[in-house]
């Protein structure tokens, strides 16, 4: 691949051209992306969690446009000018490479996707402990005082979700109320097939697997009700598999557990022990 | 106009193409093998308490599968090469003679024909997994169950998403790589003829085994089929599982097969540096095949023991792990979606230079981009994991090597720029086709990027975000990238002119409206709308509704391709020129149609495919000892 010696007639003011052209658009565009598109983006600040993921969206989004950019500028200003027009076939400039273009285009993706992999791991790890995706068993990312938080069990099953709050006696609600101002450890399991718990306000995702604890760490930060879903395919009803869930106040949330305490009691003697994961009776074939 | 080419006609004399080893007898004999499976599965089960108590008896089904491939393959007379040798007779490999169209419904080991085979099999099950997704489309004009009931769409899922993953895994390789890839490097057949003949003929039968889930009303678990929803489903599930697995032996050995003729069977001269890069294209993708494809077969072999046999590998509460499923599954499955690009960079690659009339710019970078891709892409495949709770602490590495593969990815795009770069443009139907790619691979590689970011992509994992991804990349890649691969290549395969308007019309329609379906996906994804799901939040019945609309005129623009294939091969039937496109590519050297043997002699390779402008180039290739070609 050696570099044949261009004729070099018009070809920088070509390149001056595109370059000018895409240095406007992009000088109109990131602004507007960060500052108009930016705070539409998902998936709120109702969380610590969930606004550090607006963060990395805005952040992708700024950072691809000038990319797309780049790309559809050379593509459509190429198209036009290099177009041949009439029938007679000609052939153009027998160029097979240019190692220096090549070189720098290698460097600069390497430097943009290195930059982009060392600042997602640095949120993901350790400003915002693992952005409220499932972490597992053994968490890594733990944020400051994580042994104070609320621990809630969050429990799928074909085709609804139940919660356990162990420091309340292990009762189980069918609805999901969770207080301001404290760390909130949930620990996401499955009694049958795998589901995924997609608290969509909350910057949650995390999946459902039958015999595993799913932990995952989050910060409320705002009161405002979230919807909850099910991300992964787990049979007939996965579609209506939703729920609204609440982020009140500390005093709401201490009477709100106390009622379900309360109404629940009765319930309570049929349900196992706390535990990690539950065993249900395998049940081979449910349609 | 010229004169209109005469239509082959069927051989033989009225009857004489359905009786003896065909694909009616090999349907005849599929259909008694999978009764009598049935039947001896039934009689193994009776008084096994775990298998009677359930209302499906999953021994007699994948029994019944089993004998009814086995009856299929016998049907199509694969056993009688084998049989002869061990009988001591005298068995040659057939010289293929048949010119009628009744050698494309039987067993052939021309790679032309089976090239042929493929593009039309392969493309029947692309046309109904089309229709599968019009009907997703449909139920999802309403934001509640209206169109069909939600176990029926469930099944319409499952199998529009199985059907096109199984099919297009060879919608390049099946019918461009069996016909080009010899005609390229200048060999006269396949290395292994008989192995491609099997994978093909593999191909439709798993098509037809997917298919008969309807009959068990459907499988529940979407194309992933994962455990343990796949070990409580009904029987519709052992159809996925014998399917995919046929499918996982097919690609194995369609792999295998391109590998070993690419090695082994180049021309004289047709130097590495020297290969078109579509067949570098081609190359990664075998590798990809080879290495990946058996893991999947290996995860459906599970599935299928825990469901028959009663093992507990994907159960939980036997002691096995869904997360065992979840690696062996995409351990195959992030290599599968490379399986798919990786061809259409190569297909795109090979036109942007005949239509710029320009060298290939910077081909040791693109072959280097297409290897790099290949090695990245075997890991990667926890990035599908993220949210799991798996391997939590090796999510910064996946995120790692999963943003690295945009380097080599970003290597084909700066390939096209240089190609482009003070070129001769011609906006020919392949060419339309080849530069459309650039732009959704674009957008389908950029939107990646916010599924690599773990951040992003709890946001993002599991909703239509991810569903617009991926069919950005496979559908705005592979099948544009098929697309252009049929216009440019199949006057040379068929021998028949392609209807250029109507070219350009199912290009803008399909264009326009792709971009129209799956955009506002993005944002659907973005607002909180899961996959796979028959019902979604009022709020965002506007986008859906959007979407199903463009989503019918995408499927109408298809029509569009039927009747200009229709048209071109049915009625006109203009003979297509030896090279109407005025490449340097050694397949539009041979006269057209195709002789049977493509080269008269051992053609001697001379200079590389790409030599456009190139002052004094020598011709591609010295087609026989006394001649050069043009």
Not at chain 1, 2 to 20: G, Q, S
Not at chain 1, 204 to 216: E, F, H, L, R, T
Not at chain 2, 390 to 418: D, H, K, Q
Not at chain 2, 451 to 463: F, W
């Given at each position: 691949m050696t570099a044949l010696p261009e004729p070099v007639a018009r070809v920088p003011r070509h390149l001056r051209r595109i370059v000018v052209i895409w240095a406007v658009l992009t000088a109109i565009a990131v602004p507007l992306v960060v500052l108009v598109l930016g705070p539409h983006l998902?998936?709120?600040?109702?969380t610590a969690e969930a606004g550090a993921q607006v963060d990395a969206n805005t952040v992708m989004t700024a950072l691809i446009t000038p990319i797309v950019l780049i790309i559809l500028v050379y593509f459509g200003y190429t198209l036009v000018v290099f177009r041949a027009r009439g029938s007679a076939i000609e052939d153009g400039a027998?160029?097979?490479?240019h190692a220096p273009t090549q070189t720098m285009w290698v460097a600069f993706t390497s430097i943009v996707v290195i930059a982009l992999a060392a600042w997602g791991s640095y949120t993901l790890i350790?400003?915002?402990?693992?952005?409220?995706?499932g972490q597992g068993p053994?968490?890594?990312a733990l944020p400051n005082g994580y042994q104070k938080s609320l621990q809630v069990q969050v429990i799928g099953q074909q085709w609804n979700w139940t919660y356990r709050f162990p420091s309340y006696g292990g009762v189980e609600t069918d609805q999901l109320e969770l207080p301001t101002g404290v760390g909130i450890e949930l620990h996401v399991t499955s009694l049958d097939v795998t589901h995924s718990f997609w608290a969509y306000e909350l910057g949650v995702k995390a999946d459902a697997v039958p015999g595993v604890d799913n932990i995952v760490f989050v910060h409320p930060r705002k009161t405002g009700s979230f919807s909850i879903r099910c991300a992964?395919?787990?049979?007939?009803w996965h579609g209506h598999m939703f729920q609204t869930g609440y982020v009140v106040s500390r005093d709401a949330f201490k009477s709100w557990i106390a009622a379900q305490q309360k109404a629940e009691s009765k319930n309570q003697r049929y349900l196992p022990p706390y535990s990690g994961h539950y065993f249900p009776e395998p049940l081979r074939r449910a349609g | 106009m010229d004169t209109a080419i005469p239509r082959p006609s069927l051989a033989g004399s009225r009857f004489g193409g359905f009786i003896g080893f065909n694909l009616f007898t090999a349907i005849a004999l599929g259909v008694g093998g999978f009764f009598l499976g049935a039947y001896i599965g039934g009689q193994i089960a009776a008084g096994k308490d775990y298998l009677i108590a359930?209302?499906?008896n999953d021994v007699g089904v994948f029994l019944g599968f089993l004998f009814a491939t086995i009856g299929w393959l016998g049907g199509l007379g694969f056993f009688n090469y084998p049989v002869k040798r061990m009988l001591g007779r005298p068995a040659t490999v057939p010289v293929e003679q048949a010119t009628g169209?009744?050698?494309?419904?039987r067993l052939s080991l021309d790679h032309k024909v089976i090239g042929i085979q493929y593009f039309f099999g392969v493309g029947a099950f692309f046309f109904i997994g089309g229709l599968n997704a019009m009907l997703i489309r449909t139920e999802l004009?309403?934001?509640?169950?209206?169109?069909?009931p939600a176990g029926q769409y469930l099944s319409l899922v499952g199998l529009h998403g199985t059907m096109m993953i199984m099919m297009t895994s060879a919608f390049i390789l099946g019918p461009f790589g069996n016909y080009l890839v010899p005609l390229m490097i200048g060999?006269?057949?396949?290395?292994f003829p008989r192995i491609e003949a099997l994978t093909f003929w593999l191909t439709p039968l798993a098509g037809l085994v997917l298919m008969s889930a309807i009959a068990w009303?459907?499988?529940?678990?979407?194309?992933?089929?994962?455990a343990p929803l796949m070990d409580q489903a009904r029987a519709g599930m052992d159809a996925y599982l014998f399917a995919f697995l046929l499918i996982s032996i097919s690609l194995t050995l369609i792999g295998v097969n391109l590998l070993a003729t690419i090695i082994a069977?180049?021309?004289?001269?047709?130097t590495w540096t020297r290969l078109p890069i579509f067949v570098w294209g081609v190359l990664s993708t075998s590798v990809l095949m080879v290495l990946a494809a058996p893991v999947l077969g290996a995860a459906l072999l599970l599935g299928i023991l825990d469901r028959?046999?009663?093992?507990?590998?994907?159960i939980a509460s036997g002691g096995g792990s869904a997360y065992l499923y979840e690696n062996l599954f995409w351990f195959f499955g992030h290599p599968e979606v490379y399986i798919l690009a990786l061809p259409g960079f190569g297909i795109v690659l090979e036109i942007l230079p005949v239509f710029a009339r320009k060298?290939?710019?910077?081909y040791r970078l693109a072959v280097a981009g297409m290897l790099g891709v290949a090695f990245l892409?075997?890991?990667?495949?926890?990035h599908h994991l993220?949210?799991?709770?798996?391997?939590?602490?090796?999510r910064p590495f996946y995120m790692l090597t999963t943003e690295l593969i945009s380097i080599p990815t970003g290597f084909i795009f700066l390939n096209a720029m240089g190609t482009l770069w003070q070129g001769r443009i011609r906006f020919t139907p392949p060419m339309l086709f080849a530069l459309a790619f650039f732009f959704n691979f674009l957008i389908g590689g950029l939107s990646g990027i916010f599924l690599s970011d773990v951040p992003s992509d709890v946001t993002t994992h599991g909703s239509y975000f991810v569903m617009a991804h991926f069919h950005y990349t496979i559908m705005g890649g592979l099948v544009f990238a098929f697309f252009a691969a049929t216009y440019y290549w199949l006057p040379k395969m068929t021998g028949v002119t392609l209807d250029e308007r109507l070219a350009k019309i199912h290009f803008w329609t399909m264009f326009v409206f792709f971009n129209l379906t799956f955009f506002p996906l993005f944002a659907a994804g973005f607002l909180d709308m899961p996959r796979r799901v028959s019902t979604y939040a009022p709020h965002l019945q506007t986008i859906n509704d959007f979407v199903s609309v463009s989503a019918f005129c995408l499927g109408g623009s298809m029509l569009i391709f039927i009747a200009n294939l229709v048209l071109s091969?049915?009625?006109?039937?203009?003979p297509a020129e030896r090279n109407p496109w005025h490449s340097?590519?050694?397949?539009?050297?041979?006269?057209?149609?195709?002789?049977?043997?493509?080269?008269?002699?051992?053609p001697e390779i001379l200079a590389?495919?790409?030599?456009?402008?190139?002052?004094g180039a020598p011709p591609?290739?010295?087609?026989r000892p006394t001649e050069v070609s043009a």
């Amino acid at each position: 691949m050696t570099a044949l010696p261009e004729p070099v007639a018009r070809v920088p003011r070509h390149l001056r051209r595109i370059v000018v052209i895409w240095a406007v658009l992009t000088a109109i565009a990131v602004p507007l992306v960060v500052l108009v598109l930016g705070p539409h983006l998902p998936p709120g600040r109702m969380t610590a969690e969930a606004g550090a993921q607006v963060d990395a969206n805005t952040v992708m989004t700024a950072l691809i446009t000038p990319i797309v950019l780049i790309i559809l500028v050379y593509f459509g200003y190429t198209l036009v000018v290099f177009r041949a027009r009439g029938s007679a076939i000609e052939d153009g400039a027998p160029v097979f490479g240019h190692a220096p273009t090549q070189t720098m285009w290698v460097a600069f993706t390497s430097i943009v996707v290195i930059a982009l992999a060392a600042w997602g791991s640095y949120t993901l790890i350790v400003s915002a402990h693992g952005a409220g995706g499932g972490q597992g068993p053994n968490p890594i990312a733990l944020p400051n005082g994580y042994q104070k938080s609320l621990q809630v069990q969050v429990i799928g099953q074909q085709w609804n979700w139940t919660y356990r709050f162990p420091s309340y006696g292990g009762v189980e609600t069918d609805q999901l109320e969770l207080p301001t101002g404290v760390g909130i450890e949930l620990h996401v399991t499955s009694l049958d097939v795998t589901h995924s718990f997609w608290a969509y306000e909350l910057g949650v995702k995390a999946d459902a697997v039958p015999g595993v604890d799913n932990i995952v760490f989050v910060h409320p930060r705002k009161t405002g009700s979230f919807s909850i879903r099910c991300a992964e395919l787990c049979g007939l009803w996965h579609g209506h598999m939703f729920q609204t869930g609440y982020v009140v106040s500390r005093d709401a949330f201490k009477s709100w557990i106390a009622a379900q305490q309360k109404a629940e009691s009765k319930n309570q003697r049929y349900l196992p022990p706390y535990s990690g994961h539950y065993f249900p009776e395998p049940l081979r074939r449910a349609g | 106009m010229d004169t209109a080419i005469p239509r082959p006609s069927l051989a033989g004399s009225r009857f004489g193409g359905f009786i003896g080893f065909n694909l009616f007898t090999a349907i005849a004999l599929g259909v008694g093998g999978f009764f009598l499976g049935a039947y001896i599965g039934g009689q193994i089960a009776a008084g096994k308490d775990y298998l009677i108590a359930t209302d499906q008896n999953d021994v007699g089904v994948f029994l019944g599968f089993l004998f009814a491939t086995i009856g299929w393959l016998g049907g199509l007379g694969f056993f009688n090469y084998p049989v002869k040798r061990m009988l001591g007779r005298p068995a040659t490999v057939p010289v293929e003679q048949a010119t009628g169209i009744g050698r494309y419904f039987r067993l052939s080991l021309d790679h032309k024909v089976i090239g042929i085979q493929y593009f039309f099999g392969v493309g029947a099950f692309f046309f109904i997994g089309g229709l599968n997704a019009m009907l997703i489309r449909t139920e999802l004009l309403t934001p509640n169950e209206r169109a069909w009931p939600a176990g029926q769409y469930l099944s319409l899922v499952g199998l529009h998403g199985t059907m096109m993953i199984m099919m297009t895994s060879a919608f390049i390789l099946g019918p461009f790589g069996n016909y080009l890839v010899p005609l390229m490097i200048g060999a006269r057949r396949m290395a292994f003829p008989r192995i491609e003949a099997l994978t093909f003929w593999l191909t439709p039968l798993a098509g037809l085994v997917l298919m008969s889930a309807i009959a068990w009303n459907g499988f529940p678990t979407g194309w992933t089929g994962y455990a343990p929803l796949m070990d409580q489903a009904r029987a519709g599930m052992d159809a996925y599982l014998f399917a995919f697995l046929l499918i996982s032996i097919s690609l194995t050995l369609i792999g295998v097969n391109l590998l070993a003729t690419i090695i082994a069977l180049r021309a004289p001269g047709m130097t590495w540096t020297r290969l078109p890069i579509f067949v570098w294209g081609v190359l990664s993708t075998s590798v990809l095949m080879v290495l990946a494809a058996p893991v999947l077969g290996a995860a459906l072999l599970l599935g299928i023991l825990d469901r028959s046999a009663n093992t507990s590998f994907y159960i939980a509460s036997g002691g096995g792990s869904a997360y065992l499923y979840e690696n062996l599954f995409w351990f195959f499955g992030h290599p599968e979606v490379y399986i798919l690009a990786l061809p259409g960079f190569g297909i795109v690659l090979e036109i942007l230079p005949v239509f710029a009339r320009k060298p290939l710019w910077g081909y040791r970078l693109a072959v280097a981009g297409m290897l790099g891709v290949a090695f990245l892409s075997f890991f990667v495949w926890q990035h599908h994991l993220f949210v799991s709770g798996m391997n939590a602490g090796l999510r910064p590495f996946y995120m790692l090597t999963t943003e690295l593969i945009s380097i080599p990815t970003g290597f084909i795009f700066l390939n096209a720029m240089g190609t482009l770069w003070q070129g001769r443009i011609r906006f020919t139907p392949p060419m339309l086709f080849a530069l459309a790619f650039f732009f959704n691979f674009l957008i389908g590689g950029l939107s990646g990027i916010f599924l690599s970011d773990v951040p992003s992509d709890v946001t993002t994992h599991g909703s239509y975000f991810v569903m617009a991804h991926f069919h950005y990349t496979i559908m705005g890649g592979l099948v544009f990238a098929f697309f252009a691969a049929t216009y440019y290549w199949l006057p040379k395969m068929t021998g028949v002119t392609l209807d250029e308007r109507l070219a350009k019309i199912h290009f803008w329609t399909m264009f326009v409206f792709f971009n129209l379906t799956f955009f506002p996906l993005f944002a659907a994804g973005f607002l909180d709308m899961p996959r796979r799901v028959s019902t979604y939040a009022p709020h965002l019945q506007t986008i859906n509704d959007f979407v199903s609309v463009s989503a019918f005129c995408l499927g109408g623009s298809m029509l569009i391709f039927i009747a200009n294939l229709v048209l071109s091969l049915v009625y006109r039937r203009i003979p297509a020129e030896r090279n109407p496109w005025h490449s340097r590519g050694l397949e539009w050297q041979v006269p057209t149609p195709v002789p049977v043997h493509n080269f008269e002699t051992v053609p001697e390779i001379l200079a590389g495919p790409y030599e456009y402008g190139v002052a004094g180039a020598p011709p591609v290739a010295r087609l026989r000892p006394t001649e050069v070609s043009a």
